[in-house]
């Protein structure tokens, strides 16, 4: 019975395309997010949602665009997909603030070639 | 915003050596600090929490103490086993989940 699951776990890919990446939790959080982590295990926080309201938006090419249907789902398309996108993208969920940590999902990595 | 800056690795111990990993933050007011573990091919785990200071998490034989003097949330245990072999990730708790670079453990047998 998974908390957080995200599809695919792999996804390989050339460059220019579109993809997408599906998030859902089922812990009755109100709040979801996505990380990146890079080659060298760094997490970066990208974009995170309350209640399917954008709440944290970080420095992301705009060709990155999160999309909530409802406070269960989160889901990430890339348009255009370039090389430097290759990486272990990762799904959180938290209640409200995250006093209480973070529940994560267990990845996409995406490779472009 | 808040940071964290913890001990970079990679980190190799045999079997029950002790184990410490440093962890400092930097923030304002008093951020819930948090250790995750993150094995070979997976998601993040957390493995414990403190939300104030002189609070102790504890989870499968690691601690860490929320130490406000020293703004400090080392994470320890007294005898590694090999199946501890993994990233460890110190985090603070701001309007976002801020990580440190990740601390790679190695425990041999």
């Known amino acids: 019975d998974t908390a957080v699951s995200q599809t695919p776990k792999y996804l390989v890919t050339q460059m220019g395309n579109d993809k997408s990446i599906k998030c859902e939790q089922n812990l009755g959080h109100d709040t979801m997010y996505w990380y990146k982590q890079d080659s060298k295990k760094f997490l970066k926080i990208m974009f995170s949602y309350n209640n399917k309201e954008l709440i944290i938006n970080e420095t992301v090419p705009n ?7 409802d406070k269960a789902h989160l889901n990430l398309h890339i348009n255009s997909l370039e090389l430097g996108d290759s990486a272990v993208y990762f799904c ?4 409200v603030k995250g006093q209480y940590g973070y529940t994560f999902g267990s990845g996409t990595r995406l490779t472009v070639v | ?4 800056t913890q001990m970079e690795g990679p980190v190799t111990l045999s079997e029950e050596a002790f184990l410490t990993i440093n962890c400092t933050y930097t ?3 008093y951020p819930s600090l948090f250790w995750y573990v993150q094995y070979p091919g997976e998601g993040l785990q ?3 929490k403190a939300t ?3 609070d102790k998490g504890s989870n499968k034989g690691f601690e860490a103490t ?3 003097e020293t703004t400090s949330f080392h994470l320890e245990k007294g005898s590694v086993q090999v199946s501890d072999s993994a990233v460890y990730f110190c985090a603070s708790q701001g309007y976002k989940l801020s990580f440190g670079a990740g601390t790679t453990v190695t425990v041999r047998a």
């Open chain 1, 63 to 69: 060709r990155f665009s999160p999309k909530s249907p």
């Open chain 1, 92 to 95: 959180a969920s938290s209640q």
């Open chain 2, 1 to 4: 915003g808040n940071s964290v």
């Open chain 2, 27 to 29: 923030a304002t007011g």
């Open chain 2, 46 to 48: 957390l493995l414990l």
């Open chain 2, 52 to 54: 104030k200071a002189d």
């Open chain 2, 66 to 68: 929320y130490r406000k």
